[in-house]
């Protein structure tokens, strides 16, 4: 457009002249132009959440299709006799997995294993409606819960003074619940400071939850391009190692208290050399032939034979189910004082708020999880992607990152991440969409409400050794120092610092 020969400006085309505006949308752009006025950042932030999140009667079907992905999934190449079965049949195995890995990684959290169990639920249903990728398999996962563990020990004092803990029976919090307390449930360790510890969590969660958010709503999908695999194998060995230590006495079935804060490595390792006289003949017997079974059947089975298996085989369920069975005939707690996981509370947790008055003392905790959980993820979205041809929306994992997280800590879960493992699992057995994660929320609430206390016999010494093999890999990432100074002498410095400071 240009001006005439008097310097009046010619008459435009309505749809060249109207031009929506903040506040007014007939304003056109001379009109706008001659008021001197610029739209605020709130009018700007204003109108990019209504054209992100709130549908209009015209697009209200391309809104949905793009922020609950399941739905473009279903509705588009979607067989439902073809492909059903299929998501069926993974959304089951996938279920299955969930259970003595839930309970695992709770317990490498160092809470009760009822908490890793509700993580293997919430999160994994609002995914599954908000997730971009068809495969992955979110909840539980070790790096995530070996991070948490080494949050919650540092943060445990500071919390003290924001909240004042009394200890309840878990049918308060519970809604089918026994009236045990959560020290049945955790050795060594009284019902406040487990409460005060999963306060911590919830608070961490809550948080790592709404920087994903923040994240997504300025398109940050790309932050985590500039995460070094350096740093982040230098946080995850350290905490590997520092759940080494902590189920250690599980191992050998000694008993005493796990120091916290400052020096928790030296102080740890001093309390069971001084208790190594205590340890319990039966616990070792059954940690080290439930460490060789699982060890065995994931290296010299579901690895060697990967390509001729339909699936791996879920070893970890086998020795939960063969484990209790055991314990209950041959009365293991009684006749050899061998530990149990105790009773497991039934029923969905009622919904309980985070802290927010101390959510500034995990602020920088909160950003270094909700970074390293969505590299995580992502990294193994997008395997699965380039494998099956089909692309992945960063921006929009986060906000399912996001919303997930925000929404189960009021559930008393935690940090949601993908498993590998599961993933492959999901993949191989058939899934085709994320309806298979609904299915294996649905084995996974079954459990949850009617199948909890039949685990009542299984000894911790069990879990221990699951969590142990789990981490193999991440003990042997020490020996990519070597590789490191050869390579990048920084980058070996800065992964040695990552993880000194978990010690």
Same mark, same amino acid.
């Given at each position: 457009?240009?001006?005439?020969?008097?310097g009046?400006?010619?008459?435009?085309?309505?749809?060249?002249a109207?031009?929506?505006?903040?506040?007014?949308?007939?304003?056109?752009r001379?009109?706008?132009?001659?008021m001197?006025?610029?739209?605020?950042?709130?009018d700007?932030?204003?109108?990019?959440?209504k054209?992100?999140?709130v549908?209009?009667?015209?697009?209200?079907?391309?809104?949905?299709?793009?922020?609950i992905p399941?739905?473009?999934h279903?509705?588009?190449?979607?067989s439902?006799?073809?492909?059903?079965?299929n998501?069926?049949?993974?959304?089951?195995?996938v279920?299955?997995?969930?259970?003595p890995?839930?309970?695992?990684f709770?317990m490498?959290?160092?809470?009760?294993v009822?908490y890793?169990l509700n993580?293997?639920?919430?999160?994994?249903?609002?995914?599954?409606?908000?997730?971009?990728?068809?495969?992955?398999?979110?909840?539980?996962?070790a790096?995530?819960?070996?991070?948490l563990?080494?949050?919650?020990?540092?943060?445990?004092?500071?919390?003290?003074?924001?909240?004042?803990?009394?200890p309840?029976?878990?049918?308060?919090?519970?809604?089918?619940?026994?009236?045990?307390?959560?020290h049945?449930?955790?050795?060594?360790?009284?019902?406040?400071?487990?409460?005060? +510890?999963l306060?911590v969590?919830?608070?961490?969660t809550?948080?790592?939850?709404?920087?994903?958010?923040?994240l997504s709503?300025?398109?940050?999908g790309?932050?985590n391009?500039?995460?070094?695999?350096?740093?982040?194998g230098?946080?995850?060995?350290?905490?590997?190692f520092?759940?080494?230590?902590s189920q250690v +006495?599980?191992i050998?079935?000694i008993?005493?208290?796990?120091?916290?804060?400052?020096?928790?490595f030296p102080?740890?390792?001093i309390e069971i050399?001084?208790?190594?006289?205590?340890?319990n003949?039966?616990?070792?017997?059954?940690s080290a032939?439930?460490?060789?079974?699982?060890?065995?059947?994931?290296?010299h089975?579901?690895?060697?034979?990967? +390509?001729?298996?339909p699936?791996?085989?879920?070893?970890?369920?086998g020795m939960v189910?063969v484990?209790?069975?055991?314990?209950?005939?041959?009365n293991l707690e009684?006749?050899?004082?061998?530990?149990?996981?105790?009773?497991?509370?039934s029923?969905?947790?009622?919904?309980?708020?985070p802290v927010f008055?101390?959510?500034?003392?995990v602020?920088?905790?909160?950003?270094?999880?909700?970074v390293?959980?969505?590299?995580?993820?992502?990294?193994?979205a997008?395997l699965?992607?380039?494998?099956?041809?089909?692309?992945?929306?960063?921006?929009?994992?986060?906000?399912?990152?996001?919303v997930?997280?925000?929404?189960?800590?009021?559930?008393?879960?935690?940090?949601?991440?993908?498993?590998?493992?599961?993933?492959?699992?999901?993949?191989?057995s058939g899934?085709?969409?994320q309806?298979?994660?609904?299915?294996?929320?649905?084995?996974?609430?079954?459990?949850l409400?009617?199948?909890?206390?039949?685990?009542?016999?299984?000894?911790?010494?069990?879990?221990?050794?699951?969590?142990?093999?789990?981490l193999?890999?991440?003990?042997?990432?020490?020996f990519?120092?070597?590789?490191l100074?050869?390579?990048?002498?920084?980058?070996?410095v800065?992964?040695?610092?990552?993880?000194?400071?978990?010690?």
């Amino acid at each position: 457009m240009t001006a005439s020969a008097n310097g009046s400006i010619p008459e435009m085309q309505a749809d060249e002249a109207t031009v929506y505006f903040p506040g007014d949308p007939g304003l056109d752009r001379v009109a706008f132009c001659e008021m001197e006025h610029s739209p605020s950042v709130w009018d700007h932030a204003r109108e990019f959440f209504k054209a992100r999140f709130v549908p209009s009667g015209v697009c209200f079907d391309a809104w949905l299709r793009r922020h609950i992905p399941l739905v473009d999934h279903l509705s588009n190449h979607y067989s439902w006799k073809k492909d059903l079965p299929n998501d069926l049949l993974s959304g089951v195995t996938v279920g299955v997995m969930h259970i003595p890995l839930g309970m695992a990684f709770g317990m490498m959290s160092t809470l009760p294993v009822i908490y890793g169990l509700n993580t293997s639920f919430f999160p994994v249903l609002i995914y599954s409606f908000l997730g971009t990728s068809r495969h992955i398999s979110m909840g539980t996962f070790a790096i995530t819960c070996l991070m948490l563990a080494e949050m919650m020990n540092r943060h445990f004092s500071e919390f003290s003074s924001y909240v004042s803990v009394t200890p309840q029976p878990m049918s308060l919090n519970h809604t089918l619940g026994s009236n045990l307390t959560v020290h049945t449930l955790v050795d060594g360790e009284s019902p406040v400071e487990v409460e005060q +510890k999963l306060l911590v969590a919830i608070t961490i969660t809550f948080v790592t939850g709404v920087i994903q958010l923040v994240l997504s709503f300025f398109h940050m999908g790309m932050v985590n391009t500039y995460l070094s695999d350096a740093v982040v194998g230098g946080v995850t060995t350290g905490a590997a190692f520092h759940i080494l230590t902590s189920q250690v +006495k599980d191992i050998l079935g000694i008993r005493f208290k796990l120091a916290r804060g400052a020096h928790f490595f030296p102080r740890t390792w001093i309390e069971i050399f001084r208790h190594i006289g205590e340890s319990n003949p039966a616990t070792v017997i059954i940690s080290a032939v439930s460490m060789t079974i699982v060890s065995v059947v994931k290296t010299h089975v579901n690895e060697r034979f990967a +390509k001729r298996l339909p699936f791996p085989v879920p070893v970890e369920m086998g020795m939960v189910v063969v484990a209790t069975l055991v314990s209950s005939l041959a009365n293991l707690e009684q006749r050899f004082s061998v530990r149990l996981v105790g009773t497991v509370p039934s029923g969905f947790p009622r919904p309980r708020l985070p802290v927010f008055s101390a959510m500034h003392l995990v602020l920088q905790d909160a950003i270094v999880m909700a970074v390293v959980s969505f590299a995580l993820n992502v990294s193994v979205a997008r395997l699965f992607a380039k494998k099956h041809e089909y692309r992945i929306d960063p921006t929009q994992e986060l906000l399912a990152y996001g919303v997930g997280n925000v929404f189960s800590s009021f559930f008393e879960s935690y940090v949601l991440c993908a498993a590998l493992a599961r993933s492959v699992v999901q993949e191989a057995s058939g899934g085709r969409t994320q309806l298979a994660g609904l299915v294996s929320c649905a084995v996974v609430a079954i459990f949850l409400l009617f199948l909890g206390p039949l685990l009542q016999p299984l000894p911790q010494a069990v879990l221990a050794s699951i969590v142990l093999v789990a981490l193999k890999r991440m003990y042997l990432q020490v020996f990519d120092l070597r590789t490191l100074w050869h390579v990048d002498k920084l980058e070996m410095v800065s992964k040695g610092q990552s993880r000194q400071r978990l010690f």
